[in-house]
């Protein structure tokens, strides 16, 4: 698997995101732009990169935080104020997150890896909420797939939901987090706005199941959960794409 760093800035900061792909592979692939958790790019949203990649896609990594984010240690308030920081202002949100895609989308057609016609874009987490607010602003996604999100719904109560594509979200009905009443706002927002969407609910699990760190109560790695949750993003890709 080969990882490249590509910088950009916005508001005059400097970030870095990632290309991740199998560079044994010689055939152009479908993108995949990726936010990460709340963690930034790091060892382990990197690892995430990695699987998902495989030999199928090309993952774009974004970075919300700020180049070197990922390598520092951080406290969970740390981290909590970090995604904050972010989630809470809306401009910089969608503004980040499109320079991270059209800067390292344009990275990956110049080193002729990707089918640039055959884009979707994952979130994990906090991520996950990000991504969906880069959709509302009417990114050009064909498939969108959240896993246990964070912050569902619109930040600015009234954003217009202009999702273009379809929509996945993998989450668990006991995540203290993201509750079931977040959720079935999401789906109404979804359904008003005609999206196509789909929400697959895992019993009993709670947040971060596709997380290998997490192994508090509320949060918790599953692998079982994890494998079975990459298997329904690639069949939605593949319905999709």
Sequence with gaps: ??????????????????????????????VVFMQPDWKGICAE???QARAVAGKDYVVLMADM???????????????RAGMLAVHKNLP???????????TLLAQA???????????????YCAGGGYALEQARAGANFKALVVFHVTNPNPVVAGTP???????LAIHGSA????????????????????????VMMFGGAVHSFCDPTAN???QRYDDKLCRKSYMLMRDFFAETL
């Design 1 to 30: 698997m080969a990882e490249k760093t590509v910088p950009y800035q916005v508001d005059g900061r400097q970030f870095e995101g990632m290309i991740v792909y199998d560079d044994s592979v010689a055939a152009k692939r479908p």
């Design 45 to 47: 949203t990197i690892g």
């Design 65 to 79: 935080f700020g180049a070197g984010y990922g390598t520092k240690p951080k406290t969970v308030d740390d981290l």
């Design 92 to 102: 910089f949100t969608v503004a980040c997150g499109g320079k991270a895609y059209d």
């Design 109 to 123: 057609q110049k080193l002729g890896l990707v089918d640039a016609a055959k884009v979707a874009a994952i979130g």
């Design 161 to 167: 939901c202009n999702i273009k594509g379809r929509v």
């Design 175 to 198: 995540d203290p987090v993201t509750p079931k009443p977040m959720m079935d706002a999401f789906e109404d927002e979804l359904t008003k706005a005609k999206v196509d969407w789909q």
């Design 216 to 218: 508090a109560a509320a």
